[in-house]
């Protein structure tokens, strides 16, 4: 009877082992199992800009050599991005820009930068504590959520973030001469002005000082005077 009371303490404790080994392999991710990482970011202030806000629609996140297109959303004064999965292991997050869809969701062509993060080493970088080039780690049990600290974005600065022309929204040039004459009521009301200044002082019918402020869907680009 002891032999099999030996063999049933056996089996018992192999059973128990099964088990173990089998609950722990379910734990465990898959080879390559991909993995849910989010963007969420936060708009830091640098100075006044005269400007209108526009919401941001969608992200492009470079991660290396790759570049992702995805949609966002607000929520509590931040901006996140919609999930993207990618593989355990460390990333380096190159490029981060929150733009704005323009007049049409499928023609990208009056896309513009919102909020952007400046790139390592630009004139911008100094406000935020993380510029792009910083790397990253996403495990194998976890959900990663990255934040990202980024700068309004103004067309006439693009090299202060660090960018190329090439993130600025195409842009038709065109070439257009304003000129007109000014006649005031009275010419002493403008004494000190610019236009005394002028090479010819005060007179009536004087060339015209004006100045134009460039907007594009909303979004201050330059003032000309």
């Known amino acids: 009877m002891k032999p099999l009371r030996t063999i049933r303490h056996i089996l018992s404790l192999l059973a128990v082992l099964l088990i173990f080994v089998s609950c722990t392999k379910q734990e465990l991710p898959a080879a390559g199992q991909k993995k849910t990482v989010v963007f969420s970011s936060s708009a830091v202030k640098k100075g006044q800009f005269k400007t209108t ?16 297109k995805v949609p966002v959303y607000s929520l509590s004064g931040s901006v996140y991005t919609t999930a993207i999965k990618l593989d ?47 790397s990253f780690n996403v495990g194998s049990l976890e959900k990663k959520d990255i934040p990202v600290e980024v700068l309004l974005f103004n067309p006439v600065d693009y090299q202060k973030f660090g960018f190329g022309f090439s993130v600025l929204p195409h842009t038709t040039i065109r070439q257009q001469f304003l000129a007109g004459k000014f006649f005031p009521a009275d010419l002493q009301a403008y004494t000190g002005s610019l236009y005394q200044s002028r090479a010819n002082g005060l007179q009536p019918g004087m060339p015209a000082v004006f100045r134009i402020d460039v907007y594009r869907n909303g979004q201050f680009v330059k003032s000309y005077s």
Do not use: C, H, Q, W
């Open 88 to 134: 355990p292991g460390n990333y380096k997050l190159t490029r981060f820009i929150l733009m704005n869809a323009g007049s049409s969701a499928t023609d990208s062509t009056d896309d513009v930068p919102v909020y952007a993060l400046p790139e390592a080493g630009s004139d911008y970088a100094a406000f935020v504590s993380r510029p792009a080039g910083f």
């Open 53 to 68: 806000v526009l919401s941001p629609d969608y992200a492009i996140i470079g991660l290396g050599d790759r570049t992702f």
